[in-house]
């Protein structure tokens, strides 16, 4: 062993066996390094380094639903030192989202991704969640991540919009109206609704005179108009450049489809186009018909009430 440690023996200077001194001067110096530069640490120090890297807010609740620890990035997002489950997410305690995480978690099922609207008097955010029950020295604890997903459920929003509205008037556009009448008609095969048809008239002579972003204003002044007559009783569409849609169940105050055509005249006299010092007197054709009784598809319903604008518009100009 001394020829191996490479150790003469100095006889009467160092004590017998020398080499279990140099393994416990090598322990010594094994140890001191592990402690001075962490070569291993222990699983909590692991699972600590990790809980305060992860970006996303990461809160550990005990099981009487108070925070008892929260990373960072959860620090930096809900900095207001509330410790109570709905308190934190500025939620009331009946909040039917939340409620339902909370049984989920308490009845030992995972949550995975759910989305969460968190609205306040001044913020509006969406949170993606995760979240598992776990046992925490000997007491059950809950681990919930929040992932902000506000931007992104933003951009999907809007996505959602444009696919469903018109982007200059904010009504629905053609593929949406006509999604919203078929519902209409298969949930509804007695009650009675009418079907409007509207046209402007001499609405390229607008453009031609006044310009395209007069025009543009003019046609978001006659989507305002209808909205508010069809009001909560129906919706409105456009169909493409000035020709517009709309639908109406009142049938409570609208006996009939002239009563409706002449409320849409009547409104457009009474709220003249103004906008920017030009003032328009915007004319309009309407056609009409009554669901069930001359129609009973939305093909059905459009073709009557074209047929029946365009003798309008005719008539009228007929008569100038």
């Not at 620090?75 to 997410?89: G, I, Q, S, V, Y």
């Not at 450049?241 to 009547?266: C, I, P, W, Y």
């Amino acid at each position: 062993m001394i020829l191996v440690l490479g150790l003469p023996d100095y006889r009467g200077i160092l004590p017998p066996y020398p080499y279990l001194y140099i393994g416990v001067l090598f322990a010594v110096l094994i140890t001191y390094s592990m402690l001075k530069y962490n070569f291993l640490s222990d699983e909590n120090d692991q699972y600590a380094t990790l809980f305060n890297l992860n970006s996303s807010a990461t809160l550990i609740f005990n099981d009487m639903w108070k925070l008892e620890k929260a990373n960072q990035a959860a620090l930096l997002r809900f900095p207001d030192n509330t410790k109570e489950f709905f308190a934190l997410f500025h939620a009331s305690t009946n909040d039917e989202q939340l409620v339902n995480i909370k049984n989920q978690l308490e009845q030992g099922k995972s949550v995975h991704s759910i989305v969460y609207h968190m609205k306040t008097d001044n913020l509006s955010a969406y949170f993606k969640l995760d979240g598992k029950r776990f046992i925490k020295n000997r007491s059950i604890s809950y681990y919930l991540i929040c992932r902000d997903v506000t931007e992104k459920q933003l951009a999907d929003d809007r996505l959602k919009y444009l696919a469903y509205h018109d982007t200059l008037t904010g009504v629905a556009n053609r593929a949406s109206f006509v999604q919203l009448t078929e519902k209409y008609i298969a949930d509804n095969p007695t009650h009675t609704a009418y079907f409007g048809l509207l046209d402007l008239d001499y609405f390229k002579e607008i453009n031609d005179i006044h310009g395209h972003i007069i025009g543009d204003e003019v046609l978001i002044h006659t989507a305002k108009i209808v909205r508010e007559l069809v009001a909560e009783s129906g919706h409105v569409g456009r169909l493409g450049g000035d020709e517009f849609v709309f639908a109406v169940s009142d049938n409570k105050r609208f006996t009939n489809a002239q009563q409706l055509m002449d409320s849409v005249h009547h409104a457009f006299r009474n709220q003249p186009f103004i906008f920017r010092n030009v003032f328009i007197e915007v004319k309009l054709s309407i056609g009409c018909s009554e669901y069930p009784l001359e129609g009973t598809t939305y093909d059905e319903l459009y073709t009557l009430a074209d047929q029946r604008m365009y003798l309008e518009k005719r008539t009228r100009a007929k008569s100038m």
